[in-house]
């Protein structure tokens, strides 16, 4: 008997879904049923990539979000449960990094990276996890009505790096932060969990693989080797689904084993 995960019927709300590993979040979750809410400020890019989704089968809403305003915030979540129901899973995956010596970090520099990647995601969970805080209370008595929160950290947020020490520090927050949701939130059917990849090939970064610098980092790596943005399909499917009633607060590396 084949084992399968079915998110039919949920709803899926997606930041940073415009590239990267955030529209192959969208994309998988609306491949295992979900109906998936498109964020970021890049319209143009979402409604490329809904209608990839629409093409194979699935169900997905552009939605514009800035997670550095909290009044876009609160607006998008709004306008996201309007127009598909109830928010069921998120995946907190807006981020931002700069590269540079801790000495020359500016305090613009930091802003930019721990507004997006920190106070961001925060507000983004806090405003969905309120809306599932209140139909977890208003629930008729022996009924499920839970969420999934997933935060995309970094294994930066386990491992310091060299020249990414801001972005190494806001990660290290994510994973925190995660802990504490999952605190708070867990009795109320609310399981919030990190994610933490690795480096991955991404549209973003294909081209620096092929670099001399590239090819020096891929050496240091375990396996000689980065991941697919498909190799964490698996994961963000599980960790959205009920199936994974039982995992709370857990900080999971996909890394291929760079972070040990």
């Known amino acids: ?9 949920r709803v899926a709300f997606v930041t940073g879904a415009s590239s990267g590993l955030g ?25 490329e990539l809904r209608a990839r989704i629409e093409g ?69 969970a806090q405003e969905v996890g309120k809306r599932m805080l209140a139909r977890s209370r208003g629930a008729a008595p022996g009924s499920f009505t839970g969420g999934r929160i997933i935060n995309i950290a970094s294994m930066a947020g386990l491992k310091v790096l060299p020249q990414i020490g801001a972005y190494c520090m806001s990660k290290a927050a994510v994973v925190q932060m995660t802990k504490a949701m999952a605190l708070e939130w867990g009795r109320f059917g609310i399981n919030t969990n990190a994610l933490c990849p690795g480096y991955i090939d991404t549209e973003i970064n294909h081209d620096h693989w092929r670099t001399e610098q590239g090819q020096k980092l891929i050496a240091m790596l375990p396996r000689k080797r980065v991941g697919q943005p498909q190799d964490l399909d698996a994961l963000i499917v599980m960790l959205a689904s009920d199936q994974s009633h039982f995992i709370n607060g857990a900080v999971i590396a996909a890394d291929d084993g760079f972070a040990v």
Do not use: C, W
């Not at 552009?62 to 995946?91: F, P, Q, R, Y």
């Open 56 to 124: 194979e089968g699935g169900d997905a809403h552009v939605i514009e979000l800035d997670v550095t305003d909290h009044d876009s915030i609160k607006s998008a979540v709004a306008h996201a449960e309007t127009e598909m129901g109830s928010i069921d899973i998120l995946v907190n995956n807006s981020g931002v990094s700069t590269t540079q010596r801790l000495q020359d970090v500016t305090p613009d520099d930091y802003d930019f990276i721990f507004d997006t990647n920190v106070k961001g995601a925060f507000f983004v």
């Open 1 to 9: 008997m084949a084992y399968s995960i079915d998110l039919s019927g």
């Open 23 to 47: 529209a192959q979040f969208a994309r998988t979750l609306a491949r295992a049923g979900a109906g998936v809410v498109l964020a970021s400020r890049r319209i143009e890019k979402l409604k």
